[in-house]
């Protein structure tokens, strides 16, 4: 047995002779010789069996080298002239470099004495056809290119092992050893894609007459078809080879024909794969961010294959695209499959993922744009020519990661640079729009106008976008983050931009559960917690906070009550941090605040903080009352406010259930007082309590004064009634 190939393959080339043991490459033939050691072939000779077994782990079971028909002697191949049947195969292509055993069963006929034969033959040969070796042991490589772009330095000679970080600043090498048994010239093809886009080439070359086996190389000097220089960025490639006419073709390519990562698509057609951030991990060390970790969101990119990749990692680039993080993509959680750590899985159809990616902050502290690219290996050695677990063309997804210098609740969504919201002000007996802000109270609404300042030496990219933490302290301390997009230059401080919600797509305050860039949940229900706030305007030298402190102090303490902030008359006491805030109608109207925080997820000390609306189920009022006019105290509104101005059907029907006004005779049972209240506060608003000071005279009603603080006589009927609170007896007919 022997085999005849074609070791240069090109027009006019002869097929050769090789024995067992040899290495071939290309289409190639099988011959069998029959020749008896002893009388005459009777009727040729005919080939009842045969078979090709390739001699490797990743296969099992056999194939056939088709039909054999019998050729003439060939003497220049070594064959016998007389006597003798050659039998010669079809033409045969091997799938795979490697070790084949070729094996034949032949019968024939000899005579004298007319006695059938049978007889096994069998050899070994190595294939080696076309295969392509790249000079990068990973498919990508940076692009940064100089100012003056200058003529491409010469190309490298042999394969250098070129490092991906580091391109030449005037060009990117390319080299590829081609490897194969057979010598001729072959195509040699490179396509390069951003990363952004691993469908589209951004440029494609090709070069014919490569003389293989050999090594090819070529410099990119960075410009495109239109003569225009290539972004800066991360971009991949594919190489591949072809060679040789039908039937005698051969070819091999560095990317994977198996396995494809692929960008998944929403509902509009538009492509989803993003680095969105998903939170901030403070390891349970909250005064140490040594343990700190980002969290993003890789979403989504789907993978296309008869079957799991046999591996893959997520890389992070930081601004100078340098790779500076690495993560085993199969530990990774995916979020589209319950969390699991199933980030391989593939299917014909596709299957799509989601997967979490914890940072170090240590490692995003330079603002600018950061990578991460997705990396998958096949796993089809056992189909691939040279039983290789090739890549799939990389993915990116891309972050930003901006110094917010000051971020911010704004009045409107005109986001006026002197238009941010204060909790406190200059003077709260005429406040200005933006002070002594309550949010959902004053401004009103349930929409959030949040704006952050970023710093930075040029203009973001018209898509950029900086991240942002929004909770509040009572109903989300967890909270959500919020994505600020790009929105334009900082009209009034220099080298400073602004980040925004789109117009539209505010933040909205909501009392059903929280959702990441939609909505922060605010409590505006009553939920089955008892709540009390105080709003104590001791205004005199003979009036103190002592009976509004007895209310919280033996409500919270007796009966389980927890404190919805609360508000007192002198500005020393104004502190936002313990939710004491001014005496200000609005606070009446709130009936209870809790506080709101926004704040960069990468420093929290940069933040800001306003109270918002968190109705308490008792509200206690301490301060002067005016029968005369129903009215009661306060900074703001002129110095007093009527129950009207309070507004109880507009402003008290979410929690509140007793108002409770320690103010001299406002409770007065006259069109004025008690049933003004009545009316509008129990009928209208649904409270289902009033409680406060008159005095009955045997025949009639007359002015009357109520208990002072400085006798002592407040804090005793504010023990009482809370004993009385306390027990129980008010939820009772």
Not at 95 to 121: D, K, S, W
Not at 312 to 334: K, N
Not at 383 to 394: E, G, V, Y
Not at 718 to 726: I, S
Request: proline content about 7%; some cysteine; overall charge negative.
């Amino acid at each position: 047995m022997y085999v005849l190939w074609l070791p240069h393959q090109q027009n006019g080339s002869t097929w050769q002779r090789a024995d067992s043991g040899a290495t071939i490459g290309g289409t190639f033939r099988v011959r069998v010789v029959v020749q008896p050691n002893n009388g005459y072939l009777y009727g040729g000779a005919f080939v009842v069996e045969n078979s090709v077994t390739e001699l490797a782990d990743h296969h099992s079971g056999q194939t056939q080298m088709g039909n054999f028909a019998p050729v003439s002697p060939e003497p220049n191949y070594g064959d016998p002239s007389s006597n003798v049947a050659v039998l010669q195969s079809e033409y045969l292509f091997l799938p795979h470099n490697a070790t084949y055993r070729l094996r034949v069963r032949v019968q024939y006929m000899v005579i004298p004495p007319f006695t059938p034969q049978e007889e096994e033959g069998e050899m070994w040969i190595t294939v080696r056809n076309l295969q392509i070796v790249d000079s990068r042991s990973e498919p990508y490589f940076v692009w940064k290119p100089s100012t003056g772009l200058e003529p491409p330095a010469p190309p490298p000679v042999g394969l250098d092992n070129l490092a991906p970080e580091d391109p030449p600043a005037n060009g990117v090498s390319f080299s590829a050893q081609l490897l194969g048994a057979q010598r001729g010239t072959c195509t040699v093809r490179l396509e390069i894609f951003d990363t952004a886009n691993n469908r589209t080439p951004v440029l494609v070359r090709e070069f014919a007459n490569v003389l293989r086996p050999g090594t090819w190389s070529w410099m990119w000097d960075g410009r495109l078809d239109d003569g225009t220089v290539a972004p800066r960025g991360i971009y991949t490639y594919r190489l591949s080879v072809h060679a040789g006419w039908v039937p005698w073709a051969d070819g091999d390519s560095t990317i994977s024909s198996y396995l494809s990562l692929e960008r998944a698509y929403n509902e509009n057609n538009e492509p989803m794969l993003e680095a969105e951030y998903w939170g901030y991990d403070d390891g349970g060390t909250p005064d140490t961010d040594t343990d700190d970790q980002h969290l993003y969101f890789i979403r989504w990119y789907v993978l296309r294959s008869s079957r799991p990749a046999s591996s893959g990692q997520v890389w992070l680039f930081d601004p100078e695209l340098q790779r500076i993080g690495s993560w085993d993509l199969s530990g990774l959680p995916c979020v589209e499959h319950g969390e699991q750590p199933d980030g391989l899985s593939a299917s014909a159809a596709g299957v799509r993922h989601g997967v979490i990616v914890r940072v170090p902050v240590s490692l995003m502290v330079t603002p600018g744009e950061y990578r991460f690219v997705v990396y998958v290996v096949d796993d089809h050695a056992d189909l691939d020519k040279c039983h290789r677990r090739r890549p799939a063309l990389p993915l990116n997804a891309v972050t930003y990661q901006l110094a917010v210098t000051e971020v911010g609740f704004y009045l409107n969504s005109t986001y006026d640079d002197n238009q941010k919201l204060k909790w406190d002000g200059a003077d709260p007996t005429d406040p200005g729009a933006c002070e002594f802000a309550i949010l959902r109270q004053q401004p009103g609404g349930n929409k959030l106008y949040i704006m952050a300042h970023v710093e930075a030496p040029q203009a973001p990219l018209p898509n950029s976008s900086v991240k942002v933490r929004l909770r509040t302290s009572v109903s989300d301390p967890q909270g959500i983050t919020v994505t600020l997009r790009y929105s334009g230059k900082c009209p009034v401080r220099s080298g400073q931009y602004h980040f925004r919600r789109l117009h539209g797509q505010e933040i909205e305050m909501t009392n059903s559960p929280s959702l990441p860039d939609q909505r922060i949940h605010v409590r505006m229900t009553d939920e089955g917690i008892k709540e009390v706030t105080t709003f104590d305007h001791a205004r005199t030298s003979s009036s103190n906070y002592a009976d509004s402190q007895a209310i919280e102090t033996n409500l919270v303490s007796g009966g389980g009550y927890v404190k919805r902030g609360r508000a007192v008359y002198h500005r020393h006491m104004w502190n936002l941090s313990t939710l004491t805030l001014p005496t200000m109608l609005r606070f009446v109207q709130a009936a209870g605040v809790e506080r709101m925080t926004i704040c960069a997820v990468d420093n929290r000390t940069i933040f800001h903080e306003l109270p918002v609306k968190n109705q308490a189920d008792i509200l206690y009022y301490s301060g002067h009352g005016h029968s005369a006019t129903g009215e009661l105290e306060c900074w703001d509104s002129g110095g007093r406010f009527t129950v009207s101005e309070v507004n109880p059907a507009a402003n008290w029907r979410e929690d509140l259930d007793y108002f409770i006004i320690a103010g001299c005779g406002v409770l007065h049972p006259d069109g004025i007082n008690g049933f003004a209240w009545k009316q509008l506060a129990l009928d209208q608003a649904g409270l289902r309590g009033l409680a406060g000071y008159y005095v009955f005279y045997y025949g009639g009603f007359r002015s009357f004064s109520g208990p002072t603080d400085a006798s002592g006589q407040s804090v005793a009927i504010a023990n009482r009634f809370t004993t009385y609170l306390n027990s129980g007896l008010h939820n009772h007919p």
